[in-house]
Every structure is written in C-alpha cells, then in structure tokens.
C-alpha cells in the first residue's frame, strides 16, 4: 500500500507562496487519486483541493480557488499543492490523502491513505 509523505510547509507572510509535496512511499502513485485536506486550530478537517489518477482533472474548495493549484508529477511520484496569496486563514496542518477509488473527493471517508500532516503558518 502507499503511504504519503508531506513535505514543504512552514511560516510565510501574507501575501506569499508556499509548494507542498506529497511524495509516495512504498508503491507508485500512479493509480491513486489524490486530495489535500488542512486542519486549523479548534476545527474540523476540510477539503482543499483533489486531483485525479492521470492529473487531468481538478477540484478546489470555494476558499482556495484561484489561489492554490493542484498537480502530480506521476514519473517522480509526487503530487503538489502550489499555494499563492496567502492569507492568516490558510494556517493549518495540510494533509495529503491517496485513495485508488473515489465516491466523492470531498469527503474524508473517500481516502484511504493519508500522511502524518505539515504545517503552514501565515502570518499578517
């Protein structure tokens, strides 16, 4: 089974940019759709973006669309959350989450796989 691997979060000002990865450990990627969740402080985990197996479909949350771009790189089996115009509300703990079937890319219950979190932290 695949495990994912965060990397790339940290402190930014707002207004500025930050690349997630998501690496896979232990099986290639490929056949796995990909989501990124985040969690704030005192708050429930929430969507923020999904990708298909092949990367040609997308999905974003109201709350990050037009500012954060999700992509994989299947040959280096690695996805990505590139975050743009940050915001003091982005702060959270980003998860990648992995799933070979997906009902609805939203939900938490969809994944199978997620990784132990990075934290981004924007400051005003």
């Known amino acids: 089974q695949v495990q994912p691997v965060e990397s790339g979060g940290g402190l930014v000002q707002a207004g500025g940019s930050l690349r997630l990865s998501c690496a896979g450990s232990?099986?290639?990627?490929?056949?796995?759709?990909m989501g990124w969740f985040r969690q704030a402080p005192g708050k429930e985990r929430e969507f923020v973006a999904g990708i298909s197996w092949s990367g040609s479909s997308t999905y974003y949350s109201e709350s990050v669309k037009g500012r954060f771009t999700i992509s994989r790189d299947n040959a280096k089996n690695t996805g990505y959350l590139q975050m743009n115009s940050l915001k003091p509300e982005d702060t959270a703990v980003y998860y990648c989450?992995?799933?070979?079937?997906?009902?609805?890319?939203?939900?938490?219950?969809?994944?199978?796989?997620w990784g132990q979190g990075t934290q981004v932290t924007v400051s005003s």
């Open positions: 232990g099986r290639t990627i490929s056949s796995y759709a």
């Open positions: 989450a992995m799933a070979r079937t997906i009902f609805d890319r939203r939900i938490e219950n969809s994944y199978d796989y």
